[in-house]
């Protein structure tokens, strides 16, 4: 089977993405009889476009060089050409525009008005306009998945799946690596939150503006995505009461330790409510995970407490997610091994 793919963004995500295609072309072959084919690769300015399929290996050893290939076709847009691509799936890896889900919005709009599959990385989109993207997907017979959106490789949408025969009834989550780090040196070293910041700006974990993380909106926009779909909700970023870490003192810190509780970042949805603030939570608590790691908790009616952990970045990682959601659409669509 040859399945033609449509690539939106060339930067971290969407380069491991293509480095994950080459790495597993032979695997795919041996285990599925698959053939990934990418016929076009978009970037902002142009697109490297090939409808019988790009030599990755090219691709990838001209690294930032790729705009001499010959293939290179300049200043053509996604949005303008997602209607002439002969794609079965595109997969959507730009940055998110927070207010108006932008470019991504608009690719995943056109691909499924063309009925042509969407994976994405990119959160925007679902968390302004879950509703409008899923009635879409549904109208016209197509798949949409995002699991990278939420905690990258860690399966927190795809859990659903394998807990069909139980209920989820509510979360609590860690969904930002960089605030969950500067707590973590706040409360080990006993540093104030400007030191931490910058220590995580200088190991690249923080972006040189980071107000959408440290103030909270980052975590709010992947607890709605997982309320929605884990809980059957239709809630959008505006639903949720936000609160972030830029207030927190150590002393706070402190008072927490010394009654043996810690201070997180915690993302809840229950009782119909989206909530992302700090919180007490008890030190031996499975949601007390340090560093840059991301914990995903759901509490359900059958099983009581289970607990995903995971990186929650990274290019690999999160390639590692779309990949699987593609192997995903392909089951779906009727591909067996
Ligand atoms: N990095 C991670 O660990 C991670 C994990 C999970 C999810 N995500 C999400 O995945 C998405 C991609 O992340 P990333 O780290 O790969 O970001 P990135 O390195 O900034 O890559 C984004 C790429 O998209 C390109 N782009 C911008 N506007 C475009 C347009 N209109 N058409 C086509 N391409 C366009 C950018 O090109 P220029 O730079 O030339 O403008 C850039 O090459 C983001 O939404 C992010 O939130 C990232």
Redo the contacts with the bound molecule.
């Keep these: 089977m040859k399945v033609k793919v449509c690539l939106?963004?060339?930067?971290?995500?969407?380069?491991?993405f293509l480095q994950l295609v080459k790495n597993k072309r032979d695997d795919f072959k041996r285990k599925f009889n698959l053939e990934i084919i990418v016929s076009s690769i978009?970037?902002?300015?142009g697109?490297l476009i090939a409808e019988n399929g790009i030599n990755i290996g090219e691709v990838l050893e001209a690294g930032k060089y790729f705009r001499n290939l010959p293939y290179w076709k300049e200043k053509v847009?996604?949005?303008d050409l997602i209607s002439t691509m002969d794609a079965n799936i595109c997969i959507?890896?730009?940055?998110?525009n927070s207010e108006t889900g932008?470019?991504?919005l608009s690719?995943i709009i056109e691909a499924l008005n063309n009925k042509i599959d969407v994976i994405?990385?990119?959160?925007?989109p679902f968390y302004l306009e879950y509703e409008k993207i899923k009635n879409l997907a549904k109208k016209n017979n197509c798949f949409v998945k995002y699991e990278?959106?939420v905690a990258?490789c860690v399966p927190s949408l795809g859990i659903k799946e394998q807990l069909i025969g139980n209920e989820i009834l509510s979360i609590r989550a860690i969904l930002n690596g960089t605030n969950n780090f500067i707590l973590s040196r706040m409360a080990a070293e006993g540093v104030d939150f400007a030191i931490a910041l910058k220590e995580a700006q200088e190991l690249g974990f923080a972006e040189s503006d980071p107000t959408l993380d440290i103030e909270g909106f980052?975590a709010a926009g992947k607890i709605v995505i997982l309320a929605n779909d884990l809980l059957g909700w239709s809630k959008s970023i505006d639903d949720v009461k936000i609160e972030g870490i830029s207030q927190i003192i150590p002393h706070a810190i402190d008072l927490a330790k010394s009654d043996g509780y810690v201070i997180k970042h915690l993302a809840i949805a229950e009782n119909n409510e989206l909530v992302v603030e700090p919180r007490l939570i008890e030190r031996y608590s499975p949601l007390n995970i340090s560093g840059t790691l991301n914990v995903v908790e759901l509490e359900t009616k059958y099983a009581g407490s289970i607990i995903l952990m995971g990186r929650?970045?990274?290019?690999l990682?999160?390639a590692s997610?779309l990949i699987n959601d593609l192997l995903s659409i392909l089951k779906n669509r009727g591909f067996s091994e």
Excluded: W
């Design positions: 939106i963004g060339k930067g971290t995500v969407g380069t491991s978009f970037e902002h300015d697109a847009r996604a949005k959507e890896t730009t940055p998110t932008e470019p991504g690719h994405s990385s990119n959160k925007g990278a959106t990258s980052d929650g970045a990274g290019g990682e999160a997610a």
